[in-house]
């Protein structure tokens, strides 16, 4: 099976513009999950979606938001960008979701931002 | 809320040396612990489940244990191809897949 795919890998924004990450699940796989990671603060949890729908979110500001789609595949958007928005964006598909939590997790390559 | 603290920060073996990496928990009711290793510039990769005291996973010279505040990820006789940041992380309380992620343990193999 091919895994967790994220484009793009690499983005260069300035502050005050937006941008979309797009990330393509495992196939079969219905949990989407988004993270934010940086040297200080570790791995962050973003939000998770399943069959279309936002079953939890993290402590992120309003600017961060998600969707999902019929074919689970998931974008997730910042708008407004500040300098500290820089950090590598993991997306992180699960195999089961429904009636079921915490299962593992398989991670993409990442997007890397970078804002200047 | 959750927390998950690893230590040591960076640990620096050399090739044959066995050590240890711990991953000390408070959460409101232990659904699971997680561990996965991330190779710089790549996304996580998983490695064990534990879901309670007492258990005890192994995969290679990687073998994971849980107690009820504490989970240990002991290497034996590592090799370079060892080297990697490792993460543990548990899920929260009525969080489906929402999971808290320790900052990790960068550890380095040297031959």
């Known amino acids: 099976k091919a895994g967790v795919t994220q484009t793009p890998r690499y983005l260069i924004k300035t502050r005050g513009q937006q941008v979309t990450l797009s990330c393509s699940p495992i196939s079969g796989h219905r949990s989407v999950s988004w993270y934010q990671q940086t040297p200080g603060q570790g791995l962050q949890f973003l939000f998770e979606?399943?069959?279309?729908?936002?079953?939890n979110k993290g402590n992120f500001p309003g600017r961060f938001s998600g969707r999902q789609f019929s074919n689970s595949r998931s974008e997730m958007n910042v708008s407004t960008l500040e300098l500290g928005d820089s950090a590598l964006y993991l997306c992180a598909s699960s195999p089961r979701g429904s009636g079921s939590s915490y299962n593992e997790q398989f991670f993409g390559p990442g997007t890397r931002l970078t804002v200047l | 809320e959750d927390q998950v603290t690893q230590s040591p920060e960076a640990l620096r073996l050399q090739e044959g040396e066995s050590s240890s990496l711990n991953c000390s928990y408070t959460v409101s009711g232990l659904r699971g612990l997680f561990w996965y290793r991330q190779d710089p510039g790549k996304g996580p990769e998983f490695l064990f489940t534990l879901y309670s005291a007492g258990e005890e996973k192994e995969k290679e010279r990687l073998k994971a244990t849980l107690t009820k505040k504490e989970s240990f990820l002991h290497i034996t006789a590592p090799k370079p191809e060892d080297s990697a940041t490792y993460l543990c992380?548990?899920?929260?309380?009525?969080?489906?897949?929402?999971?808290?992620f320790g900052t990790g343990t960068k550890l380095q193999v040297i031959p």
């Open positions: 979606y399943f069959s279309e729908t936002q079953r």
């Open positions: 992380a548990v899920p929260s309380f009525g969080g489906y897949q929402k999971v808290t």
